[in-house]
């Protein structure tokens, strides 16, 4: 008997499809879960952590990494908010500065690691610390607050309302074009498979990782500017804990944490997984203590969902 | 060369001077290739061959080393690899540097992409165009494979194929076959007349004085920094080209073989062993084998790369699996399943993979020689470093290890006297039975001959020795015997024998 041809289902479908399935078990668990409101939540409990870290993506395939993303939105939001608030600058120059902040702190990041041939991880780990620091010590830990719309009546519009989720499509669009389908993706892809042959191959590998560090502070700034935004406000805490969530949603979507292998929609089902499962169990009422406990374990076991799991944590075979 | 009219030059590196502070790594170094030709450039390790490529690659920019490179008669000053992959010089490195996780195509385009970043990419259109470029050039890949599933062998031609994309002016292939088998060192010497037909010029860097005699149109030898010897063609004297390249007359390459003993007690016993593929576990890599081995004997399993020699030597070691079979050591005692058992035992494992799996790159050599035997060389939990140092000290010298300093880091050693090194670590364990892979891989001739006497010793004083080397005529010389395994079966037995070579191939080639 002849067997049926196996169906073979791409990685990222296979994770999109156990993404729907937990959402299917919160379903039956609570059918009210299967509503326009909680899938908005969803996606809105994870815009401001996607938009930081669809830019680091690209920054990983290549094989380096910036922990300091959350403290660089941070910082870029308290920026952009004393500006705007305190100073009366000018609303969109004052953004101007606030993405600039970022594309500094990523450039410090990139001298230090590729000139001062510091592990990417420890420097931005100092990165970290220090982005907040400062963003604390700009706003005395006092909070920002009204920081206006983008225009008058910017936040009753249809635009102001789905603002963030709109910039977080666009730059998930924007990022996995780059990263899988222009040739600089491939470049960067090669830079972290093997840096050796991309340079025989004529790639500048210093030059292209500068480029990558500033656009991944360049990212983060914009969530940062993206969620002042949002909030009319912004606080001294914003994006803490958002780097060990961007990781765990590359690993879950698929990316390899060694380089070689990226994708930014990956990252969007992973971080996503992560949010349907803590607003689940909320809605289903199970102690939110839990939530961060099953996350933990939905990473372990996402991985195991994935046959070649192999894959993320080796480089080779 | 003839007096007629001068040849067009593709490549002229002239009065090259190279020095590392105090260390002079190339003194006047002339090398002119001929356009349309393939020049064979031999030397032994050291003698400043990869200083010569790094300069032609702009790895070392112009600059920091004296004399000029032209390239179709202008000069050029390379200060990047970019410049010189600009200039039409193509390099293909020894080590295999691909990037696994892109598909062929990409890396063939990888240069390409360097050039447009800005460019979208379109993965259909560049697999079309790629497999194209392979058809055309006669090069067996295809384009949407994932490198990380090729072969070694296949990493190697893809590499070739990287350059060749690059249209060069003068592809330098940098000791191209050092990992491929027969079959497929003919199919690269193919692919390379091929480009030679195509008015390519190719720079073929190799330790074989063979592959100079069957492949290139002129020689070139280097020693000691400096070119020694350059002829063409019609005046190829094999021995001649051998002598020139080490500096003095070989000698006995080989040391005379020690008659066997054949009362000598059978320290081996293998009985219808069935080893496991370790890429599809569970299936079987080749068919039942059962063999003895005495003391003193020197035991070759002949046969090409994959064909599971060094799977058999793997599995009687515990590294990989056996499915079934019998396996006694000395006394016709059976072992456990885990490496430190059969170390125990008496067996010892010496691994091609030097690299990898054989020597700690960040330790030095004393570390390196030590590592294994810690635990005898610590009182209350803390190392006696004098007696470590005495150790390593005297395995170095009866190895005569260069350079003679156990604190050297094993990374800077040449391969020859890391393998030395590896040799003298499992001296260490006491073996009664050695298994050497591929133990002169890499390496150049004059510590070949030195490595080729250390087994020959071991075996002399009464060891079982269990040689795989894909280099036939070292298994011949050193071998009492051959077990050869081809397409998954044990083929035959052979005699050590010099004068067998062509036999010995065909057997392992599967044929009749």
């Not at chain 1, 705007?84 to 101007?96: D, E, G, K, R």
């Not at chain 1, 780059?178 to 042959?197: P, Q, R, Y």
């Not at chain 2, 190719?202 to 592959?211: D, G, L, Q, S, Y």
Request: proline residues 3%; hydrophobic residues 45%; glycine residues 10%.
């Amino acid at each position: 008997m002849k067997t049926l041809p196996k169906l073979k289902l791409s990685p990222l479908i296979k994770r999109l499809i156990f993404v729907l399935a937990i959402f299917g078990i919160f379903v039956l668990l609570k059918p009210s879960f299967a509503s326009y409101d909680s899938v908005l939540a969803i996606v809105q409990g994870i815009v401001f952590v996607g938009i930081s870290s669809v830019f680091l993506t690209l920054l990983i395939t290549a094989g380096e990494f910036d922990i300091s993303i959350g403290a660089t939105s941070c910082l870029a939001a308290i920026v952009t908010g004393l500006l705007v608030t305190n100073q009366h600058m000018n609303l969109w120059l004052a953004i101007l500065i606030g993405l600039f902040t970022g594309a500094i702190v990523g450039a410090i990041n990139a001298v230090v690691v590729l000139y001062g041939n510091v592990p990417s991880f420890i420097a931005s780990i100092s990165m970290l610390f220090i982005a907040r620091s400062v963003a604390t010590y700009f706003s005395q830990a006092e909070a920002i607050e009204n920081f206006p719309g983008l225009w008058h009546g910017f936040k009753e519009s249809w635009i102001g309302q789905y603002f963030s989720i709109i910039v977080l499509i666009v730059l998930i669009i924007v990022g996995e074009i780059i990263l899988n389908h222009t040739n600089f993706g491939k470049v960067v892809a090669s830079i972290g498979s093997n840096k050796e042959a991309a340079r025989i191959a004529g790639v500048n590998v210093i030059k292209t990782k500068f480029l990558l560090f500033i656009m991944c502070g360049v990212g983060a700034a914009l969530s940062g500017v993206v969620a002042v935004i949002h909030f009319s406000s912004a606080r001294n805490t914003l994006g803490s804990g958002w780097e060990l969530y961007a990781i765990a949603g590359l690993v879950i979507g698929g990316t390899s944490l060694f380089g070689g292998r990226g994708t930014v929609i990956g990252l969007f089902i992973g971080l996503m997984l992560m949010q349907t499962i803590a607003s689940g169990l909320v809605v289903a009422n199970i102690d939110p203590w839990w939530q961060t406990v099953i996350t933990g374990v939905i990473v372990l076991v996402s991985l195991g969902v994935d046959k070649k799991r192999k894959k993320i944590f080796v480089n080779e075979e | 060369m003839s007096n007629g009219s001068s040849p067009k030059f593709a490549l002229e590196m002239e009065n090259i001077k190279k020095n590392f502070g105090p260390v002079v790594a190339l003194s006047d170094a002339d090398l002119r290739i001929a356009e349309g030709t393939i020049h064979g450039l031999i030397g032994q390790n050291g003698a400043g061959k990869s200083t010569l490529m790094k300069i032609l690659s702009g790895y070392y920019p112009d600059g920091t080393y004296e004399g000029q490179i032209k390239v179709d008669g202008n000069v050029v000053k390379l200060k990047s690899p970019r410049d010189a992959q600009a200039c039409g010089i193509a390099i293909v490195p020894q080590e295999i540097t691909v990037s696994d996780t892109l598909t062929v195509a990409e890396n063939i385009l990888l240069s390409e992409f360097a050039k447009k970043p800005r460019k979208f990419y379109f993965k259909l259109q560049a697999n079309k165009d790629i497999d194209f470029f392979l058809k055309e050039n006669g090069i067996p890949l295809q384009a949407d494979q994932l490198v990380a599933n090729l072969t070694l062998p296949q990493k190697q031609i893809l590499m070739i194929a990287n350059a060749l994309y690059m249209q060069p002016k003068v592809l330098v292939l940098d000791e191209p076959t050092s990992s491929l088998t027969n079959d497929e060192i003919e199919t690269l010497f193919q692919i390379v007349r091929n480009l030679k037909r195509l008015g390519y010029t190719t720079v073929f860097i190799t330790h074989k004085i063979i592959e100079i005699t069957e492949l290139c149109d002129y020689v070139t030898i280097l020693r000691d920094g400096k070119i020694v010897y350059s002829v063409d063609r019609d005046n190829f004297d094999g021995s001649k080209l051998i002598n020139e390249m080490i500096g003095r007359k070989l000698g006995d390459l080989y040391p005379v073989r020690s008659e066997i003993n054949t009362h000598a007690e059978i320290v081996l016993s293998v009985r219808d062993l069935i080893v496991e593929n370790p890429r599809k576990p569970g299936e079987k890599m080749l068919d039942a084998i059962s063999f003895d081995l005495r003391g003193g004997e020197i035991l070759g399993i002949g046969g090409l790369v994959g064909s599971g020699r060094s799977e058999i030597l793997k599995a009687l070691y515990r590294e990989n699996l056996v499915l079934s079979g019998d396996v006694r050591v000395g006394d016709n005692k059976e072992y456990g399943k885990t490496i430190p058992e059969a170390i125990s035992s008496g067996l010892y494992y010496i691994t091609e993979d030097r690299k990898i799996e054989g020597l700690l790159f960040n330790m030095n050599v004393r570390g390196n020689i030590t590592a294994s035997v810690l635990k005898g060389l610590s009182k209350n939990g803390f190392l006696a470093k004098k007696a470590e140092k005495l150790m390593a000290k005297e395995i170095t010298e009866s190895l005569s290890v260069k350079p003679n300093n156990i604190e050297a880091m094993i990374g800077n050693l040449s391969g020859g006297n890391q393998q030395k090194v590896l040799i003298g670590k499992s001296l260490l364990a006491r073996p009664l039975i050695f298994m050497l892979d591929e133990p002169t891989k890499g390496v150049d001739i004059a510590s070949k001959a030195e490595i080729y006497r250390l087994i020959h010793d071991l075996a002399a004083q009464g060891a079982g020795v269990i040689l795989v080397s894909s280099e036939f005529p070292e298994m011949l010389a050193l071998c009492h015997r051959i077990l050869v395994i081809a397409n998954g079966k044990y083929q035959g037995e052979m005699p050590g024998d010099l004068s067998k070579e062509h036999e010995l191939m065909v057997m392992a080639s599967g044929g009749n």
